[in-house]
């Protein structure tokens, strides 16, 4: 089934570990996008990737880092976790970054916990 | 940066009719769009506005004013399982999409 996936599906840390959220999409989409999400606040975008090769920072980047070294993937890592990084993680894709009627669509989403 | 505001919760009768406003001030409009959530899943497409009117798919419709920084997404005959959180979300002069914080609706027997 197309779509995309996310892995772990829910993940408990102690602060100060590395981490690294997996994505994986196969509708060739061009265009990827990590948020997370709190109660209240809505989804906030992390880190974006308009191609393979390319990436940018979004509206909370601090904490963060990703990769994109080919169309399908695109892990998310905290090099050291901290309390305030406890979210709701979604991955999203698109087939590109700048189409007038592109849609983004969701993974399912990883649950991170940081003690 | 970029403001979208809408209801945190509504309650409707299953049957009825439910209107979520959503207003925005963003740098930059390249659209805006309608996403469902049920707890615990993804947020998945409902409907995509550019131009000011309104797009009717089913029993949802979305209407769209840019001059007033305006959107409504319209539940008709209503059902239990359209509760859920409804978000709202603009795409900017960018190309990225900035979130409300979503509307909570609960739909009673």
């Known amino acids: 089934i197309a779509g995309i996936t996310q892995a772990p599906t829910s993940q408990i840390l102690a602060a100060g570990r590395r981490m690294t959220l997996r994505c994986t999409q196969d509708?060739?989409?061009?265009?990827m996008y990590w948020y997370r999400q709190d109660l209240g606040l809505g989804l906030r975008l992390i880190h974006y990737?308009?191609?393979?090769?390319?990436?940018g920072k979004g509206e909370v980047p601090d904490g963060y880092s990703v990769s994109r070294a080919n169309t399908d993937d695109f892990p998310l890592t905290l090099a050291s976790a901290v309390p305030s990084q406890t979210s709701v993680y979604f991955c999203?894709?698109?087939?590109?970054?700048?189409?007038?009627?592109?849609?983004?669509?969701f993974g399912p989403g990883t649950r991170l916990t940081v003690l | 940066g970029q403001n979208i505001d809408q209801p945190t919760e509504m309650t409707a009768t299953e049957g009825a009719i439910v209107q979520i406003n959503c207003t925005y001030q963003?740098?930059?409009?390249?659209?805006l769009f309608w996403y469902q959530q049920h707890a615990g899943e993804a947020p998945t497409f409902l409907s995509y506005?550019?131009?000011?009117g309104l797009e009717e798919k089913g029993r949802f419709s979305s209407f769209l004013s840019r001059s007033k920084g305006y959107s409504y997404l319209l539940l008709k005959e209503l059902q239990m399982k359209d509760s859920a959180s409804y978000l709202c979300?603009?795409?900017?002069?960018?190309?990225?999409?900035?979130f409300g914080a979503g509307t909570t609706v609960t739909v009673r027997a």
């Open positions: 999203a894709s698109s087939e590109t970054s700048g189409g007038a009627s592109d849609t983004q669509y």
């Open positions: 990737s308009n191609t393979a090769g390319t990436t």
């Open positions: 506005n550019v131009l000011d």
């Open positions: 963003t740098s930059g409009f390249n659209g």
């Open positions: 509708m060739r989409h061009n265009a």
């Open positions: 979300a603009v795409r900017d002069g960018d190309y990225k999409l900035s």
